[in-house]
């Protein structure tokens, strides 16, 4: 059975930090290109950051840029997501995520649209 199991989410105090784990089972992790999203009530769900099959390539979107490094050991079967510097707005539900770089939809990890498979998510609560 094909799984991804994200953790690592808290409740955590403005400025504080969190390291989100994306653990893979049933397949190979290094296969895909892996992207976080998250997601709060009533909004879409928001692509953050994403790394291409080896870690070659990263990308983050600007509001997490400089705060958010993503990385992955395939050996593991594993990704992350460090979250340093974690504000309010950061609240939200984290997905993990992967895409075939074969896919016709996947140009570049970049490409959010091309990731159609899903853990169930983690909640990440910034609060004071």
């Known amino acids: 059975q094909l799984k991804l199991v994200e953790s690592g989410g808290a409740l955590v105090q403005p400025g504080g930090s969190l390291r989100l784990s994306c653990a893979a089972s049933g397949f190979a992790l290094g296969d895909y290109a892996v992207a976080w999203f998250r997601q709060t009530p009533g909004k879409e769900r928001e692509g953050l950051s994403c790394i291409s099959t080896w870690g070659e390539n990263t990308h983050y979107i600007e509001s997490v840029k400089g705060r958010f490094a993503i990385s992955r050991d395939n050996a593991k079967n594993t990704a992350y997501l460090q979250m340093n510097n974690l504000k309010p707005e950061d609240t939200a539900v984290y997905y993990c995520?992967?895409?075939?770089?074969?896919?016709?939809?996947?140009?570049?990890?970049?490409?959010?649209?091309?990731?159609?498979?899903w853990g169930q998510g983690t909640q990440v609560t910034v609060s004071s």
């Open positions: 995520a992967t895409a075939d770089p074969l896919s016709k939809r996947y140009s570049y990890c970049s490409s959010y649209q091309a990731y159609d498979s």
